[in-house]
């Protein structure tokens, strides 16, 4: 069990994720998205209300084609259908070849066999960033059987230790692992938490998969610094989802508003917002 004790949140992370946001901004990254046709439209829409693009490229032989011109990837699991699958594997041996930044998100993966064989075949491609809950990275480093669906049943600690070993240079650039208080891990850049959010996120539809489209857009302005990318990815997100519940009835009334919120959100809203901490990555028992 982890018992590092608490810490202030950092100005200096409030300071870099405000400054990421506004090179997304000004860049306007295009991210290829290959994911779950459940969320497609959310993802879609919330990658444009960021400042950023997305083209769902994902039929084999344009694939991987388009990786390679892309700013960025995206691969979620969540409807692993065969043609996706092939394009998957396509775009993400494109990426990888061209240095294209891209991130994996592993949804469901652990007891469902045909998703966690494709996202073990694409963990082996070394993507810049892992992203999931704590079931789904738990399952496809190794270290349990997975969730309940895309429901976690586990919290973002218990997948502590097995996402500090994971980035050791060889298997990830660096981990995302969300929660009710999100979970960072990156060399360099330690063990990161974000404790911004609303419950709000997990009873609308594609709440977690748009924020693996959201870290994809801030690794192409951040390729060399991926740890980096991710914190402030979903420091952005989840602060724009708190900032949206605060006025929202209710889901319906969120989703909107959480567009909204990310449309506008300005530099000074992170700063005076952002609760980001770091700790060692050293785990104690």
Known sequence: MHTAAPVPPSPD????????LEGVRARGPLVQC????????????????LGASAAMVDVTTEAGAFARVADALLVNTGTPHPEPRAASLEAAHAAHDAGTPWVLDPVAVGSLPVRTALARDLL??????????ASEVLALLGGSAGGRGVDSTAG???ARAAAVAATDGRTVGALAVSGPVDLLVAPGTGVVRVANGTPLLTRITGGGCALGAVVAAFTAVAPEDPGAAAVAATAVHTIAAELAARDAGGPGTFQPLFL??????????VVREARITTEPTAVSA
């Open 156 to 158: 973002p600690d218990d």
């Open 260 to 269: 909204d919120r990310l449309a506008t959100l300005a530099p000074e809203d």
């Open 34 to 49: 290959i994911t779950n046709t459940v969320v497609q439209n959310v993802t879609a829409n919330v990658l444009l209300a």
């Open 13 to 20: 992370w409030a300071d870099r994720t405000a400054a990421l």
């Open 124 to 133: 082996a491609l070394r993507p810049t960033v892992l992203r999931g809950n």
